[in-house]
């Protein structure tokens, strides 16, 4: 789904009062059902849309104080630079002109859009085969309005095992996981991730956050899932591929996969794993283009699949030549 597409439902329900589908569809040239999504979409993003149900309705912006820019309301305005905002999906042109609408917004808007512009950031891979949160987390929305807000929030929160404990946290970003939801916050030990749908409370202070100096979301997002990455996948193989198979190793092994330098007319490269024997089963098959070379365990684990391989099938060539 396009931000673009997101921005102009928005400025067209603030330019008509009122639009159906039926207008989205044609305005956007898509269908219908596209149409409803796009104004599910805006709902979801914190857009205070409703739908009006019956013979003259349709979908509106809720009431309320209005700016001077295209009518936009403070809620409004943020949830705009939230959809977004640098570190989501919007295209560059997109991107561009908020940079200057935010310059337009009379104040106090200005803060909190800038703000909620610099306070997302959208992840599209997901870890594990979870279960998918169907709906956002409760306590979403009074999460990231602290954050926009710049306030210190007490969390209450349950961990894995189910232990309830309540801190009061500096949030600094929030993170769309694929479907799951996660806090970036300052505690008393140090910067901590907390899955936003096991948070039980979520109280706003009016205490200011602790902001890190030169705090930057993405980079910050970038470090935390790198080290998830390494906790969970903790083995790492070291080989050699010929140039040309890379994008079959990538396909087969994924982001686990760091091509490095030219050696010898082939490519070093690290593939990260769960296992030791979960890695050689992955490699085994791409023999004809992969030499690893370490660590020895996995070695061991590829000569004990090769000699299983050839028990069970080796004698397949023999019949083949008899039948032929």
Known sequence: MGTDRLVAVLLLLQRRGQVT????????????????????????????VYSVQGRGGGWRLVGGAR?????????????????????????????????????ALPEPFRGQAEAASSSLVVD??????????????????????????????RLGYADRAGAETVRTVDPLGIVAKGPSW????????????????????????????????????????????D????????VE?????????????????????EVGAAAGGRVEVVIRGYSEYALA?????????LEVTGPPGVLEHLASIGTALAARYGGLSAVTELRG
């Open 227 to 234: 080290e998830v990455d390494r906790k969970r996948t903790p």
């Open 67 to 103: 700016t001077d820019l295209s009518g936009l309301t403070a809620g409004e305005a943020r949830a705009l630079f939230l959809v977004a905002g640098q570190a989501t999906a919007a295209t560059p042109a997109v991107k561009a002109a908020l940079r200057k609408l935010v310059q």
């Open 182 to 225: 996660y806090l970036v916050a300052g505690t008393e030990a140090g910067r901590r991730t907390f899955r936003i749908d096991r948070v039980w409370s979520a109280e706003p202070t009016d205490e200011p956050v602790e902001r890190p100096d030169g705090f930057d979301l993405a980079e910050s997002w970038r470090e935390i899932a």
């Open 124 to 153: 599209p891979g997901r870890w594990g085969a979870g279960r998918v949160e169907q709906r956002p987390p409760r306590f979403l929305d009074e999460v990231q309005d602290a954050v926009i807000r710049g306030v210190r929030v």
């Open 281 to 289: 089963g992955e490699l085994a098959g791409l023999v004809d283009w």
């Open 237 to 257: 193989v070291r080989a050699l591929c010929v140039p040309h198979a890379t994008g079959l190793l990538r396909m087969v092994v994924g982001d686990r996969l």
């Open 21 to 48: 589908a039926a207008e989205v569809a044609r305005e956007l040239e898509v269908s219908e059902r596209t149409a409803r999504r796009y104004l599910d979409a805006l709902g979801m993003a914190g857009v205070p």
